[in-house]
């Protein structure tokens, strides 16, 4: 089992440039996440998905867009590259809502904006 | 909106215990306890379920006060293994969907 495949592990951009980190799950869960983890903040949601072509903004949306076509796939999208988006990127994907309710994460991505 | 978890950090001595605590302003679902070493993405530990189903782990315990919205986590006879950092993330249900938020974080670190 693959479990959450997130690629690139690490990515160094200029400011302005834009880019994907991708996220796919072979475990058929409807619920997807990203997080971005900073010193001393924990992980802040910023986007989340309860299934196909439905998505919604996390606690820190701004900058970021992602889409879910499919059930597998939630790539998130930086347009134009922020210093202030250097960060450790995590995607998890879980079933909700039950007594086996788990967060499965992604390796991370570690980001880094000049 | 993101729950609080106190203390940001505590250092114990193997043996010890240690109780990590998460708090939320929102009615909670759930409350799952991870672990997260340096460089590495979170492992989960446990669920608590509102109404008092746990699934977790053989030498640590917690808490879950649905009323309070409060939960503890509870590690005995510290090993060094224990050392990282600890989240809560939190599963709340409103508007016919639910969504899942972690916790600020608790650095936990366990010297010989």
């Known amino acids: 089992n693959a479990g959450v495949t997130q690629t690139p592990k690490f990515q160094v951009l200029k400011t302005g440039q834009s880019m994907t980190l991708q996220c796919a799950q072979d475990?058929?869960?409807?619920?997807m996440s990203w997080y971005r983890q900073d010193p001393g903040m924990g992980l802040r949601l910023i986007h989340y998905s309860v299934g196909a072509g439905i998505t919604d903004q996390g606690e820190v949306p701004n900058g970021y867009n992602v889409s879910r076509s499919t059930t597998e796939d939630f790539p998130l999208r930086l347009l134009s590259a922020a210093p202030s988006q250097t960060s450790v990127y995590f995607c998890?994907?879980?079933?909700?809502?039950?007594?086996?309710?788990?967060?499965?994460f992604g390796q991370g991505t570690r980001l880094t904006v000049v | 909106q993101q729950p609080v978890q106190s203390p940001q950090a505590v250092i114990l001595r193997e043996g010890e215990d240690a109780v990590i605590n998460c708090s939320s302003s929102k009615a909670l679902y759930s409350v799952h306890w991870y672990r997260q070493k340096h460089g590495e993405a979170p492992v989960f530990l446990m669920i608590l379920l509102k109404g008092g189903e746990q699934k977790g782990h053989e030498k640590i315990s917690a808490s879950f006060n649905e009323k309070k919205q409060q939960s503890s986590l509870y590690l005995t006879a510290s090993q060094l293994s224990y050392s990282g950092t600890y989240f809560c993330g939190t599963e709340n249900f409103t508007s016919g969907t639910y969504k899942y938020i972690f916790g600020t974080g608790t650095r936990l670190k366990v010297l010989a």
């Open positions: 998890a994907s879980m079933h909700p809502g039950g007594v086996n309710t788990e967060a499965f």
């Open positions: 475990m058929n869960h409807e619920y």
